[in-house]
């Protein structure tokens, strides 16, 4: 039996037919996973044509996993010009296609759903929250508060109907996205944390450093991960407490430019370094394990794996109150979203504490080995063998 699964990433395309993917969470090796229960996987996505793939980018295709590429778009204007080609590559692939695995939120995972046979199981993985993903600050768009309406709505119509549902968190997205009464329930993070990905040990007091240098990962694209809060966190902590810091932001994309001026309108340029884009595991652990502290202050956030991954390395945390942040770090290492003097503060407190970091990181070590991938691949499993097994029922009462 085969799966039709769902993909909300702008991915590419080369000539032979490849997909490729600029995450390296979601390469190839991520999409195999449904591979053991079902035979193969047929991965929707809207991919761009071209003739080599980007440099950095990694394959998201193979064996086993077919691409069923639909018309590019980007932005929600886009979205809408493209829709009725969208539907017309979705209609026969999925009159072809067995088993049903929406990926939400996604618009096209919307339309699979739209256009789905009455009382055709399917499952969810939910991995984000378009209510926070549309907050203020998040995004700014003209139709945002619409878009905060809209497309919750639509996962609560979607999560109720399936018959298995997982999330990204256990208690955030569930309490918000609820399932059906009979669906199948459960939550895993789509991390894929190997024994490779953990530090030898937690560090010792005397492994604390003088420098004090914090690190962020994430996206500039959009402002989910609220590095301009940082930013202003890591000024205040300059002006207010005589605290210089160093801090280093992995990641790239079209807000780079406007935080880079706003270190400098601050006067902390020196005190701030983008690397850019960063594409192996390899080189975001040889940041984190440079660093003191690691800040995730978000505006939105499902189960942030890169949370995750950081306190695999044994680096102390701290973040916001917001998605699945609270199921992984302590009420003490938490600060309200948006709120640059709470951060401040929390910083300070932090990283003038060599004992309460040595801590922090024997803890946060721990807590990380509840997502190891032989924890979190029973979850999978389960979900999938529901999923397969509802399906054949299906298949046998259906015409198909």
Known sequence: MNVFVSSSTRLAITEDGVLWTPKASLQYAFWTRYLEVFDGVRLLARALPCDEPPAGWRQASGPGVEPVVVPYYEGPVQYLVALRGLRAAIRPALATSEAVALRLPCPLATQVWRLLEPGRPYSVEVVGDPYDVFSPGAVRHPLR??????????????????????????????????????????????????????????????????????????????????????????????????????????????????????????????????????????????????????????????????????????????????????????????????????????????????????????????????????????RRRALYSHLRKETETWLKSSSR
């Open 145 to 378: 508060p619409f878009f905060r309406w809209w497309f919750p709505l639509q996962v609560r119509r979607q999560c109720g109907n399936a018959c298995a549902a997982a999330y990204e968190n256990a208690t955030a997205l569930p309490a918000r996205y609820p399932p059906g009464p009979d669906a199948f329930t459960t939550s895993y993070s789509s991390i894929r944390l190997l024994e490779e990905a953990f530090a030898g040990g937690p560090r010792g007091v005397d492994q604390v450093r003088d420098a004090r240098r914090l690190v962020m990962v994430g996206t500039l694209e959009q402002m989910y991960k609220a590095p301009d809060v940082l930013i202003d966190a890591v000024a205040y902590c300059a002006r207010n407490a005589n605290l210089p810091l160093q801090l280093t932001v992995v990641g790239d994309g079209k807000h780079r430019a406007g935080l880079e001026a706003r270190a400098a309108h601050l006067g902390i340029a020196d005190a701030v370094r983008f690397t850019g884009q960063l594409f192996s595991a390899e080189a975001v652990r040889e940041e984190m394990d440079a660093a003191d502290l690691f800040a995730v202050p978000s505006r939105t956030e499902g189960l942030p794996k890169v949370l995750i991954e950081a306190m695999a390395r044994g680096l102390p945390c701290i973040g916001s109150t917001v998605g699945g942040i609270p199921e992984l770090l302590e009420p003490e290492s938490l600060i309200p979203p948006g709120d640059v003097t709470a951060l401040a503060e929390k910083i300070r407190e932090v990283v003038t504490d060599p004992e309460r970091m040595a801590r922090m990181s024997a803890r946060n070590i721990a807590k990380a080995r509840e997502y190891h991938e032989d924890v979190l691949s029973e």
